[in-house]
């Protein structure tokens, strides 16, 4: 076979890979010629990994576990959904925001954040300059039609929120909504999360406060720490979600606050880590690496200040 009838083979393949991928009613070439699926069938949630993921991976965080074992699995298993599922993520560095939608991520879809249905937008990375704002809307919201439009389960993340430019994640708005379609194109069954540090200086005070009173932290409860959240985001005339209307709308199902983190849980996360390497779990190791993090407030020092974030490092320097 010369070169020019190889290619036209290979080009009569493709093109009929793509067509039987467009009009695959019973999903059969989608589920044996290509790695993953937008087949409901197969993007469930996986309930059961998900409660060992949260009990073994989110330390100190009693709150939003309650949150992401309830409204995800609520979610998932919901066909007919009347809006899409969308959750806020507030609260200081290091206390497992990004990570907890990667939890959601590995307990929907097999390839967990490297689905194909996952896309995570990073402000400073995706959106950087002032000046392209009306570009990035329009891209922004063609990205969201065309991956919805492709699978109805689709994910959104949006990280570093407090950082976005308000038009652009005003634009995003119709997505969220109680809309049946738009567009033809029905939005409800995604998932959209936004993850910001805006509220994080409250609800360490919240934590703080309960700490110095001698409380338990598992004591706080959401709706204390919602009208915290509510009253933060709507003052703070720099967060990007004030003075939107996704709060008097009721866009967000549920502003989920992630509390400081204590010693104790940077002892939890390190014996983690070590378990994710392989290593044997070392009380000794994991509270040697924990005491050389930095504490605050400066007099009490009860919370790390970059919560569990650079233990990966410091573990590289003990281990
Ligand atoms: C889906 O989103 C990604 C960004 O995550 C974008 O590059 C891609 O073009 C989108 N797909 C469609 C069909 O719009």
């Not at 999903?27 to 993953?36: P, V």
């Not at 329009?138 to 038009?167: A, H, P, Y």
Request: charged share 25%; with cysteine; proline share 4%.
């Amino acid at each position: 076979m010369n070169a020019a009838r190889l290619h036209l083979l290979l080009h009569v393949f493709l093109s009929a890979g793509v067509l039987v991928h467009a009009f695959d009613p019973f999903g059969i070439f989608c589920k044996y010629f290509t790695e993953e699926c937008c087949d409901p069938e197969m993007i469930v949630v996986n309930a059961k990994g998900l409660q060992v993921d949260v009990q073994s991976k989110l330390f100190g965080q009693h709150i939003a576990s309650r949150i992401i074992l309830k409204a995800v699995t609520g979610f998932i298993n919901n066909n007919n959904p009347k809006k899409p599922l969308v959750l806020s993520l507030h609260g200081p560095t290091g206390t497992g925001k990004s990570f907890y939608s990667q939890l959601i991520a590995d307990n929907i879809y097999k390839e967990g954040m490297h689905s194909n249905f996952v896309h995570v937008f990073t402000s400073q990375l995706h959106f950087p300059y002032l000046t392209h704002v009306d570009t990035y809307k329009s891209q922004l919201q063609q990205w969201i039609k065309g991956n919805v439009t492709n699978c109805g389960r689709s994910m959104f993340i949006f990280d570093e929120m407090d950082k976005m430019q308000r038009g652009l994640i005003d634009s995003i708005k119709p997505y969220l909504d109680y809309n049946q379609k738009l567009d033809g194109v029905s939005y409800r069954k995604a998932i959209f999360i936004f993850i910001s540090n805006d509220g994080g200086e409250e609800i360490t005070q919240t934590a703080l406060d309960f700490w110095k009173a001698g409380r338990d932290r598992e004591e706080l409860e959401l709706r204390g720490l919602e009208t915290v959240l509510y009253e933060s985001v709507f003052n703070n005339k720099k967060s990007c979600l004030w003075d939107s209307d996704w709060i008097k709308d009721e866009l967000v199902d549920f502003f989920v606050p992630f509390l400081p983190l204590e010693y104790r849980h940077v002892v939890q996360c390190v014996l983690a880590e070590m378990k994710a390497r392989g290593v044997p779990p070392n009380q000794n190791v994991a509270e040697r690496v924990a005491k050389d993090l930095v504490y605050y407030p400066k007099t009490e020092r009860v919370f790390s200040s970059k919560g569990c974030k650079t233990i990966s490092n410091k573990w590289d320097y003990y281990g």
